[in-house]
């Protein structure tokens, strides 16, 4: 069992909302992987930002694949 698990997927879709899209206008990851993506993401603020916001999203994307890959009888009850 991952600690991954032990999270409920209400409490990361609400980090996702609120930490992942903040400020939402427009939402400050999308700001940060155009930087990564041309090559402007070199402070280490900036970074940090980029792992702050990405964070849930990664960890929503972790806990949907474990949870399709664990197979329907480990989800029942």
Excluded at 27 to 46: A, C, Y
Aim: net charge positive; proline share 9%.
């Amino acid at each position: 069992m991952s600690i991954f698990d032990n999270i409920p997927f209400s409490i990361v879709v609400f980090f996702c909302l609120t930490i992942g899209l903040a400020p939402f206008t427009p939402p400050h990851i999308w700001e940060k992987l155009v930087m990564l993506f041309s090559g402007t993401l070199v402070r280490p603020l900036d970074m940090l930002d980029l792992v702050m916001h990405a964070g849930p999203w990664v960890i929503l994307l972790i806990k949907i694949v474990r949870y399709y890959r664990s197979g329907p009888t480990s989800r029942e009850g």
